[in-house]
């Protein structure tokens, strides 16, 4: 993989995005951090509700307004800054050089036309070819995506495809331009076992031809161990620890992750520790509106403290490139 | 938002004393939040009592010749003016208001009894009874409802009875169609099941159980019914299928419909006592369905 | 192949129908009170005992209830609606005569309805709380609560009285010789009033379903995937939206098609369209039956016909329907 450390690809710093709902303004990015390389993939993980999906839609332009708005911070895309372009240059961004594919296969494409149609179109769009050549492309990505017999299948319409088939067909669709960064927004979560692990072996090769960014976006730490280079973990609209996905997977410092991970069975160790129980986290995310002004995580952490209440955590250098915003990290640090 | 919004009032001898907002109190602070639907609801009253009470102090037949023809609204001390033959528009309306609502409430409760019953039959029975009653209702929605009613008012004779059975008979399908959906959901819900397996007969579970779960929907379509119901009337009258002894809205405009250019107004009034009645029912129904669907409202 | 499979099938259906129109009709004259034959003669029997005794003899009125019925039954399927005794023509050549001007009545008022209609809501939806939403909704409520003779005497009154742009009445000047070119344009300014008259009621309610349905649709999956696509507002709508939103639309003027033909008769009697809905007043005023049940089979031909034109609609638009019924 090309790996590029020195400029980043793509560099997210402090987005915050708001929303309007009846009980009032909910924050629901505060303070979004981080960047990527070339050919890396970030794995974005976090319960329902975290914010991740509206990061995704953040870079995309896409977080609907109203109710929603972008309040701060900046999305660099190769330095240019996608919060404010205009809407056409976004347009240009969108399926291009950024793309997306969604959770749900199912719903996510258009019944009334043929999947060929759906794909030709985003070419047609960006790059201007004949209908006809668009139509090879539409076949062509329907190959690469392993779609048995796709000069048939580019005429069927989406009905006539399995849920697995789909996602394969929004994958070539968001890939049909080649586009730098690619954004799965939970790909698996609506697919049977066997072939959720097929769309992830389909992602990783298709990496590895394109060198394309991939920001995985999922709750399923499976999922992040074997795709993701890097990992940040959400909670309440912020990332509450970020670092290489070996270093997170091993060596969790938060309290949030650490009982994440706890939640996967014979993901930690291998050979697999035996464990009692699986466990679980008690309690759930508290409403974005009614975030007190210290750590969302308090109410729910085994390990809170006195100061989980009063002060939100600041973010702390746990290791090499891996930050954790948790006290325990400060008290460790400090001793 | 909450359809049972309880109120936990006090608590006494360690026993948590819940108020339930009663279900009607909820439903009218639902329906008075859609301010036309209660403009409406009065309105509609005004017309009612108007029909039924003012023709008791208008000394003048309806069909009585009282001044010159088309004295034009004002005029002569006329407020509506008068029509072709010389008649006041002003007491025809207020005669036609009678047989208007009377036509149309008529003919819409009948057409929401054939309806909810093929309906309801269909719903819960399913199987050969819901094939052949979806049979029937697709074969009355391939005859054109107005032309066939005019055909039974022509081919029988042309009294208000015959009128309204001719409304009701063409018009059920849309209500039969909607209480077959709503029989067909909620006879699969747990409690209706749990009545099944109690063993409650077939007709207690249909009017006891069923029915009133079903009533919300229905109840909106009843409003809407009443409102094209005394659409249809008018149109058969207007077209001289109706009791020509009997003035009504739609007769009003037919026997002057030649006079449009000449004096419009006898025409466009008796139309719009028309509308303004349909669309005072119309806007009821809405305020009914944001009250039993307070969760529809927020879009 | 398949959607040939299918529409043998509806034919089928459709058949099965009609005969039980007709059936429907033979027993709706039964169960007039009277003297049958006096029934079908009408006012122009009341007289001549020749032509009631013509009359028993050609109904079969002599024989027994089911072998009349069949008879009735065999000679309708073979188009012989009996003979009007007011025009003194066979029915069914009255009834083709008039055909013409109800289908283009009606075919227009359906696509101005669903066009119009379709456009409303769709350009509604995308800003629901807007002012042009609001009057959409407003429309569809009066649209939808005005008798539609009332619309056509005010659209007259405005078009004609007023503006002076329309003829009141009427298809076609009488003396201009059919098929000129002078002929059809004269035809469609006769054509105006009426068909819009009559899509009034329609626009009304598809501006409201379409409304409802693209609100629906703009929350949609494929819609947000359009957009990520990079395309434009315009596109996402008018390629990803509109389509999706016109199925329920046709689905329901389909269904709806015999009310639309209801209506149709009313307007003609307002503009004195020279169609099927005049001729059947006339024929009621006349009590001349045979061309009054004559046309109550025929109006559920035209219905059957375009409930199948409709569905065919369905099945293009919408792929979904082309292979998930009869697979």
Not at chain 2, 264 to 285: E, H, S
Request: contains cysteine; glycine residues 8%; proline residues 6%.
């Amino acid at each position: 993989m090309h790996k590029d450390r020195n400029s980043p690809l793509l560099e997210v710093n402090d987005l915050q995005v708001e929303f309007k709902t009846r009980r009032g303004i909910a924050r629901v990015l505060d303070g979004i951090d981080f960047s990527l390389g070339a050919g890396e993939t970030l794995g974005i993980v976090g319960e329902s509700g975290c914010g991740k999906s509206i990061t995704a839609l953040s870079i995309m332009g896409l977080v609907p307004q109203p109710p929603g708005r972008v309040a701060g911070g900046t999305i660099k895309l190769k330095g240019e800054d996608l919060l404010s372009v205009d809407e056409r240059r976004m347009r240009a961004v969108r399926g291009n050089e950024v793309s997306m594919i969604f959770q749900e296969p199912m719903t996510s494409l258009n019944p009334v036309y043929t999947v060929g149609n759906q794909i030709a179109e985003t070419v047609l769009e960006h790059e201007g070819l004949s209908r006809r050549d668009a139509m090879d492309r539409a076949t062509e990505m329907l190959r690469a995506v392993k779609i048995p017999a796709p000069e048939q299948r580019v005429r069927e319409y989406p009905h006539q495809l399995s849920g697995g088939m789909r996602q394969r067909v929004m994958i070539a669709m968001a890939l049909a331009c080649r586009p730098q960064v690619l954004i799965a927004d939970e790909p698996t979560t609506a697919l049977d076992v066997t072939v959720q692990a097929q769309v992830f072996d389909l992602l990783k090769e298709l990496q590895e031809d394109t060198g394309t960014t991939i920001i995985l976006i999922t709750h399923d730490m499976g999922a992040i161990a074997e795709m993701a280079d890097r990992v940040a973990v959400m909670y309440a609209g912020r990332i509450i620890e970020a670092g290489s996905a070996a270093d997170i997977l091993q060596d969790p410092r938060h309290p949030y992750t650490q009982g994440l991970i706890s939640c996967v069975p014979h993901l930690v160790s291998d050979p697999p520790v035996q464990r009692p129980t699986l466990l679980e986290i008690p309690g759930v995310v508290p409403p974005l509106t009614e975030l007190g002004k210290g750590c969302a995580f308090e109410p729910r952490c085994g390990s809170r403290m006195p100061r989980c209440v009063r002060e939100k955590p600041a973010s702390y250098e746990t290791g090499p490139e891996h930050k954790t915003a948790c006290w325990l990290a400060d008290a460790e640090a400090s001793t | 938002m909450a359809s049972q919004s309880a109120s936990v009032s006090e608590v006494r001898d360690g026993k948590t004393k819940v108020e339930v907002e009663r279900p009607i109190v909820e439903f009218l602070r639902m329906y008075v939040r859609n301010m036309a639907a209660v403009v409406a609801f009065f309105v509609f009253m005004i017309i009612i009592l108007a029909a039924v009470f003012l023709p008791m102090f208008v000394a003048v037949d309806p069909f009585e010749i009282v001044w010159l023809p088309i004295t034009p609204p004002g005029q002569e001390g006329f407020l509506l003016g008068t029509d072709n033959l010389g008649r006041s528009m002003a007491v025809q309306i207020l005669y036609g208001a009678r047989t208007s609502l009377a036509v149309g409430g008529a003919a819409a409760a009948i057409t929401l009894v054939i309806g909810l019953l093929i309906g309801s039959l269909a719903g819960y029975y399913r199987g050969w009874v819901d094939e052949v009653l979806m049979r029937v209702t697709e074969f009355f929605q391939v005859l054109p409802p107005l032309l066939l009613s005019m055909v039974l008012v022509a081919l029988f004779s042309p009294t208000l009875e015959t009128v309204v059975f001719a409304i009701g008979v063409v018009s059920w399908t849309g209500v039969a169609r909607l209480a077959r959906a709503e029989f067909m959901r909620i006879r699969e819900l747990e409690y209706v099941k749990a009545a099944r397996s109690i063993g409650s007969k077939d007709g207690r579970i249909i009017w006891r159980v069923i029915l009133p779960n079903a009533l919300p929907p229905l109840i909106v379509t009843a409003a809407l019914t009443v409102g094209a119901a005394i659409l249809f009337e008018a149109a058969l009258s207007f077209l001289g299928l109706s009791d020509p002894n009997v003035m009504s809205w739609g007769k009003i405009m037919g026997d002057n419909r030649d006079y449009l250019l000449e004096a419009p107004w006898t025409v466009i009034f008796p139309g719009l006592a028309i509308f303004v009645t349909v669309l005072t029912i119309n806007l009821i129904g809405d305020g009914l369905n944001d009250a039993f669907n307070p969760k529809l409202r927020e879009r | 192949m398949q959607l040939l499979s299918v529409f043998a099938q509806r034919i089928g259906y459709a058949i099965v129908l009609l005969i039980a129109v007709i059936i429907f009709n033979f027993i709706l004259l039964n169960l007039v009170p009277g003297d049958i034959a006096e029934t079908i003669a009408g006012e122009a029997g009341g007289a001549s005992p020749e032509l009631m005794e013509q009359i028993r003899q050609s109904y079969g009125l002599d024989r027994p209830f089911h072998v009349q019925l069949f008879s009735y039954v065999a000679r309708v399927m073979q188009g012989d609606l009996g003979t009007s005794y007011y025009f003194n023509v066979p029915v069914i050549e009255l009834i083709l005569s008039r055909v013409g001007p109800t289908l283009l009545l009606v075919t227009t008022a359906l696509l101005i309805a669903i066009i119009t209609g379709t456009l409303l809501g769709v350009v509604a939806a995308q800003n629901p709380n807007g002012l042009f939403s609001h009057l959409v909704t407003i429309l569809a409520l009066v649209g939808f609560s005005a008798p539609v003779f009332w619309t056509a005497f005010m659209l007259m009154v405005l078009f004609v009285s007023i503006l002076d742009i329309l003829p009141l009445t009427g298809m076609v000047n009488p003396t201009t010789p059919e098929g000129t070119l002078q002929w059809y344009l004269e035809v469609a300014h006769h054509l105006i009033l009426p068909a819009f008259s009559l899509a009034s009621i329609y626009i009304a309610q598809y501006s409201r379903l379409a409304r409802a349905s693209m609100m629906d649709i703009l929350g949609s999956d494929y819609i947000r995937t359009a957009r990520a696509k990079g395309l434009s507002q315009r596109k996402v709508i008018y390629k990803h939206g509109l389509r999706n939103a016109v199925i329920p639309v046709i689905t329901i003027a389909g269904l709806q098609f015999s009310y639309i033909f209801s209506g149709a008769v009313v307007i003609e009697t307002v503009f004195n369209w020279p169609g099927l809905g005049t001729l059947a007043l006339d024929a009621i005023l006349r009590a001349d039956t045979p061309t009054i049940m004559g046309i109550l089979f025929f109006s559920a031909v035209v219905v059957i016909v375009f409930n199948l034109l409709t569905d065919l609609a369905c099945r293009i638009v919408d792929p979904r329907i082309r292979s998930a019924r009869n697979a």
